[in-house]
């Protein structure tokens, strides 16, 4: 083995590419649960730092901004931005957090931006360096009126999505993005208008896994190197083209992981293939939110009911959909391991897991096989990290979780358990 190999393969076996559900210590989630009660959310701060690790070296000379929508909690963004990385911010909220947390390169992805959104952007960016995306040309007006024409980055709809599911592929929704064919215009447009120009953008969508999402991911590369060729054409420079997140994580234990360097030396070849449109001199930018994230996570909940039924044996679990609402909204595949000590002596059943909320939306697994489960157990959900928190609500007026962090070996709580009292702490006094 040349000494390049031998250290590529330690680093992998130091940093693999998945942490899956099994590799989690039943023992110290147990004491986790034990000490802070279920359901809770564990977010491991060092696979976060793991993940930002490989990202880096598998893109070494791209623009990296995490997407802060996969998950804003201080300590994870924190943990993002001591790794140097940038934030991708969806909504004026996430560019506070992200400020407060350290991030020093910001961008807000502006879809629809509400006004007050808007307004306190532009207040943020009076003394920070924050850039802005807009999706629409009247955001231009909109900009330009509150006296901004900083660092900007035109999102187009590039006509090419992907995704684990069609609620989360955004590059063919006209949502998204101005159409392809205008996106020279506008560039030309923003540039005449004393912006500063900084980009283009594109997102395919979320979850870029499979052969065909790569191809997706390909041709969305290669449209972004044609558009990229078509503003210079102009005699506008661009300095970079930023094509989206959604590397995809392996939801299902028998999923493969993303093959990062693979994946990178695509987007090279794809955006190098419209070289000599004046695309060579251009920084690729990246923005992965689950990637960083997601396997980082889990969920940990307690069987609190176990009922035989002719059709399933139904695992009735303290977590909900209020806690993790992917499985409700996108039918996502969690996987789902029993921490009980003797599961692996016990038979296995084919089991429902349900929740505590009164829709039939709210079950994080059917027909899953499972260690025949008892109440009391505790059970692990896994890739949590991303989406996970996050997307909790209060529906049936249920408290959003606790989060504890582990971090060099230590536990923390860094988000506490929400009370009742808290949840009608908004409302009006009569
Ligand atoms: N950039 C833009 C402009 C995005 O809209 C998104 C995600 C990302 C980056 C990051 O995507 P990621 O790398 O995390 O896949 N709640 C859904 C995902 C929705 C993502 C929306 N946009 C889920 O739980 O799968």
């Known amino acids: 083995m040349t000494t390049e190999a031998a250290s590529a393969s330690s680093v992998a076996a130091a940093n693999p590419p998945v942490r899956r559900l099994a590799d989690w210590p039943a023992a110290g989630l147990r004491d986790l649960a034990a000490e802070h009660g279920t359901p809770l959310y564990v977010v491991d701060l060092d696979r976060v730092r793991e993940n930002a690790d490989r990202l880096r070296r598998a893109f070494p ?24 990385l940038g934030a991708e911010c969806a909504a004026a909220g996430e560019v506070v957090r992200a400020l407060d947390a350290g991030f020093d390169r910001v961008r807000y992805t502006a879809v629809n931006p509400p006004a007050r959104d808007l307004d306190r952007v532009v207040d943020l960016a009076a003394d920070r360096e924050i850039a802005i995306t807009v999706g629409a040309e009247d955001t231009l007006d909109r900009l330009a009126e509150r006296g901004w024409t900083g660092e900007l980055f035109v999102r187009v709809n590039p006509g090419v999505g992907a995704g684990h599911h069609a609620k989360v592929r955004t590059g063919t929704d006209p949502k998204f993005g101005v159409p392809g064919e205008r996106a020279a215009a506008v560039v030309s447009e923003a540039a005449n208008r004393g912006f500063d120009v900084r980009g283009l953008h594109a997102h395919a969508g979320s979850g870029i896994l499979d052969a065909d999402d790569l191809d997706a991911h390909r041709a969305l590369v290669a449209r972004m190197g044609e558009l990229t060729g078509e503003v210079v054409d102009r005699g506008i420079d661009l300095d970079t083209v ?41 920084t690729l930018g990246i923005e992965p939110g689950r990637y960083l994230v997601a396997d980082a996570g889990v969920l940990v909940t307690r069987v609190n009911t176990v009922k035989p039924t002719p059709e399933t044996t139904v695992a009735g679990v303290d977590c909900g959909m209020t806690d993790l609402l992917r499985p409700a909204l996108y039918d996502a595949h969690h996987a789902i391991r029993s921490l009980a000590p003797d599961a692996a002596e016990r038979e296995t059943v084919s089991a429902t897991v349900a929740g505590p909320v009164c829709e039939s939306a709210d079950a994080l697994a059917r027909d899953r096989e499972l260690p025949a489960p008892a109440r009391g157990d505790l059970l692990a959900v896994g890739n949590t990290g991303a989406y996970g928190y996050e997307m909790a609500n209060t529906y049936n007026s249920r408290p959003r979780p606790a989060v504890v962090a582990l971090d060099d070996g230590e536990s923390r709580v860094c988000v506490r358990r929400e009370t009742i009292d808290d949840l009608t702490r908004l409302e009006a006094e009569r």
Do not use: H, M, Q, W
């Open 61 to 84: 000379d791209a623009e990296i901004g995490y997407a802060v929508k996969a998950n804003a909690i201080e300590s994870v963004l924190e943990t993002i931005a001591d790794t140097g």
């Open 242 to 282: 930023i094509v989206g997140g959604g590397f995809g994580v392996p939801y299902r234990e028998t999923e493969s992981p993303l093959d990062l360097d693979s994946l990178a030396a695509a987007t090279r070849e794809a955006l190098g293939s419209a070289e000599g449109r004046g695309v060579s001199g251009v």
